[in-house]
């Protein structure tokens, strides 16, 4: 089966400039996770959907970052303006959902963002 | 809310020998636990996870872990790597409940030497 696809692998921008970032999940995956990874650290939780909806965003800074699942499928990822300490990898990850039984996200390759 | 503390933040290692990388977490309620590996310029790939049942869990790659709940410990092994181990791992708890989020280490940089 086809994995997590996510586009661009890498975006340079200058700073208060935008950017988003687009995240296809595993067909059929009910819960998507955007995660950010700062060099150095391991990834941390941005937001969570389940199908469409949000679960969890509360890490997620919502002056300058915002997302969206429509149609429960796709998503996006986007940053308005951007500053220096944007700069990082952001996973997307999906995992079947609640009650499959199924714990396992399955990560995409990531976006590299540089903020200069 | 939990908490993961990997407790190296390099390891070298030479080729054939074994290796032990070490995970301790906190948390106030039950979790599970797994181990990702990530290569160069690539997103996280599962390694293995502890859900319930037996306390030793093997992986893929001929790694393998073992939960220890007393120590809230679970060290990530494998007898023999290899030059293709160098890669950064992570290990992650999230909470049984729900489908929660994972919560990461910092991650140990596993560098195998020829």
């Known amino acids: 089966e086809a994995g997590v696809a996510q586009s661009p692998r890498y975006k340079i921008i200058e700073k208060r400039q935008s950017v988003a970032f687009w995240c296809n999940p595993i067909?059929?995956?009910?819960?998507l996770y955007w995660y950010q990874q700062i060099l150095g650290q391991g990834p941390k939780l941005l937001i969570q959907?389940?199908?469409?909806?949000?679960?969890?965003d509360s890490q997620l800074p919502k002056d300058r970052f915002s997302a969206e699942r429509l149609k429960g499928v796709d998503s996006t990822l986007k940053i308005q303006p951007a500053k220096l300490e944007d700069s990082a990898v952001y996973l997307c990850?999906?995992?079947?959902?609640?009650?499959?039984?199924?714990?396992?996200?399955?990560f995409g390759p990531g976006t590299r963002l540089t903020v200069t | 809310a939990q908490s993961v503390t990997q407790l190296d933040s390099q390891v070298p290692v030479f080729e054939e020998a074994p290796v032990e990388l070490r995970c301790n977490y906190s948390?106030?309620?039950?979790?599970?636990l797994f181990w990702y590996v990530q290569y160069p310029n690539q997103g996280l790939q599962l390694l293995l996870k502890?859900?319930?049942?037996?306390?030793l869990v093997k992986g893929i790659n001929g790694f393998e872990a073992e939960f220890n709940k007393s120590q809230t410990s679970f060290h990530l092994r494998k007898p023999s790597v290899h030059i293709s181990d160098t890669a950064e791992y992570f290990c992650?708890?999230?909470?049984?409940?729900?489908?929660?989020?994972?919560?990461f280490g910092k991650g140990t940089r596993l560098s195998v030497i020829a």
């Open positions: 990850a999906s995992s079947p959902g609640a009650g499959t039984g199924s714990r396992e996200q399955y």
């Open positions: 948390s106030s309620v039950s979790v599970y």
């Open positions: 502890y859900l319930s049942g037996s306390t």
């Open positions: 992650a708890v999230s909470e049984i409940r729900g489908n929660t989020p994972l919560v």
């Open positions: 959907f389940q199908n469409n909806g949000v679960v969890d």
């Open positions: 067909s059929g995956h009910a819960t």
